[in-house]
C-alpha cells in the first residue's frame, strides 16, 4: 500500500519560514518524481516545486528564490523549505510522486501565512 504522509504545516508569520516533509512509503522512491503542489480555496491547484529522480528541480515562478525542494532517498523523504511567506503562500499542500501514468498523492498538510 502506497502512503504519502506529509507533516510540518502550521501558521507562521509573514517573512516566516516553515519546512514541509513528505515521508513515503510503499514505492521505489528513488525513481519516482516527487513534488509538491497547493490549493487555495477558491483557487485552482498549482504545482510548487518538482524534484526528479536524478534531482533536477522545478519550481514555480511565485516562489522560485524563496522555496527549496530537496529529498533524501535514504529516509524515502521530500522536502519543500518555504523561507520569505507571503499570505498568498496560504494554502494546503500537497506532495505527490509521479512514475509514468502512476501518480500518488498526500493527505495534505495546512500553511496559513497570516500575522
Known amino acids: 500500500q502506497v502512503q504519502l504522509v506529509e507533516s510540518g504545516g502550521g501558521l507562521v508569520q509573514p517573512g516566516g519560514s516553515l519546512r514541509l516533509s513528505c515521508k513515503a512509503s510503499?514505492?521505489?522512491?528513488?525513481?519516482?518524481?516527487m513534488g509538491w503542489y497547493r490549493q487555495a480555496p477558491g483557487k485552482q491547484r498549482e504545482l510548487v516545486a518538482t524534484?526528479?529522480?536524478?534531482?533536477?528541480?522545478d519550481y514555480a515562478d511565485s516562489v522560485k528564490g524563496r522555496f527549496t525542494i530537496s529529498r533524501d532517498n535514504a529516509k524515502n523523504t521530500v522536502y519543500l523549505q518555504m523561507n520569505s511567506l507571503k499570505p498568498e503562500d496560504t494554502a494546503v499542500y500537497y506532495c505527490?510522486?509521479?512514475?509514468?501514468?502512476?501518480?500518488?498523492w498526500g493527505q495534505g498538510t495546512q500553511v496559513t501565512v497570516s500575522s
Open positions: 510503499g514505492i521505489t522512491f528513488s525513481i519516482y518524481t
Open positions: 524534484i526528479t529522480s536524478s534531482g533536477s528541480t
Open positions: 505527490y510522486a509521479k512514475m509514468g501514468p502512476l501518480y500518488y
